[in-house]
T-cell receptor, first 112, second 111 residues
């Protein structure tokens, strides 16, 4: 049982480049989330999808877009990467909105 | 504004030396408090959910308790493998889908 799988694990981008972070869960969860984790800032919610077909902004959505492709997959896109987006990105899923989160192991992104 | 504050930021213990981590929150109408463990290079791993003051949950050497203003994670006779960062989180008053996370307590247990 893989749980939440994120790809890639590491990525280096130049300023202005674009990329998509992929996330898939095999627990049949309804809700999925994208967080970023920065030293001194803790985990901050970027976007979430309460159920298939819906997406909503979190605390720090600027510079990002998301797609809930189906119940299993939720992708995060950076259209024009900036150094301020250097961070560790975590995808998570939960059975329902207020259920415990299950996290992937993260994507470490560096923007130069 | 919803706030979650964890203390201490870092804690070093000797193996077998029991202690407690604190998580205080300002969210009114609490709809649950979550504890997670995070190992270096990994995503957070769910430990406990607490819903009401007075509730306690236990798992191996860990016991989580909840009052109206704070939660404690008690670690009894810790082992080196308990070394990790411990995070707490509460659902926001305005949206249960959004969690406010504390910055965590980095626990190191020396053999």
């Amino acid at each position: 049982n893989a749980g939440v799988t994120q790809t890639p694990k590491f990525q280096v981008l130049k300023t202005g480049q674009s990329m998509t972070l992929q996330c898939a869960q095999d627990m049949n969860h309804n809700s999925m989330y994208w967080y970023r984790q920065d030293p001194g800032m803790g985990l901050r919610l970027i976007y979430y999808s309460a159920s298939e077909g819906t997406t909503d902004k979190g605390e720090v959505p600027n510079g990002y877009n998301v797609s809930r492709l189906n119940k299993r997959e939720f992708s995060l896109r950076l259209e024009s990467a900036a150094p301020s987006q250097t961070s560790v990105y975590f995808c998570a899923s939960s059975e329902f909105r207020n259920s415990p989160l299950h996290f992937g192991n993260g994507t470490r992104l560096t923007v130069t | 504004e919803d706030q979650v504050t964890q203390s201490p930021e870092a804690l070093r213990l000797q193996e077998g030396e029991s202690s407690s981590l604190n998580c205080s929150y300002t969210v009114s109408g609490l709809r649950g408090l979550f504890w997670y463990r995070q190992d270096p290079g990994k995503g957070p791993e769910f430990l406990f959910t607490l819903y009401s003051a007075g509730e306690e949950k236990e798992k191996e050497r860990l016991k989580a308790t909840l009052t109206k203003k704070e939660s404690f994670l008690h670690i009894t006779a810790p082992k080196p493998e308990d070394s990790a960062t411990y995070l707490c989180a509460v659902p926001r008053r305005t949206s249960g889908s959004r969690l406010t996370f504390g910055e965590g307590t980095q626990l190191t247990v020396n053999p």
